[in-house]
């Protein structure tokens, strides 16, 4: 059974609005790089599960986990991340793994306080 997630992204760090403009104009594959962070997890997204990106305390989006975390790059790579590399402390361990877009949501709906992690299980 799948299990859903809230991934929070920081909008001084990351140029959503962009990525959903590419992905909406065919410039995007929708294919996220997604970080762990640092913090600890007892329990991690799974392959099947959903995310649902938090971004300036709106749901933006809803995506599917299609890969397990791997450690590599390429969300080092990301060309929507804003501002120096070395700005992105809580992805410094190259941890990440992919989420497939599967919904942009049109009027964002305004998300209650999740915390400050990366990942947070969450409950639809």
Known sequence: ???NWIVHWNYKLYDYE???RDY?????SGIIHQCKGLAKM???PKIG???YVKCNKLKI???KIISNFVIGFEEECDKYNIGKKN?????TNNEYLAMQIVEIYENPIELRHYGQRTWV???I
């Open 1 to 3: 059974m799948s299990k």
């Open 18 to 20: 962009k990525l959903i």
């Open 24 to 28: 909406k104009n065919n410039n995007h």
């Open 42 to 44: 007892v329990k991690i």
């Open 49 to 51: 599960d959903y995310a």
């Open 61 to 63: 989006m809803k995506c």
């Open 87 to 91: 700005n992105r402390q809580h992805s």
């Open 121 to 123: 299980s969450y409950s």
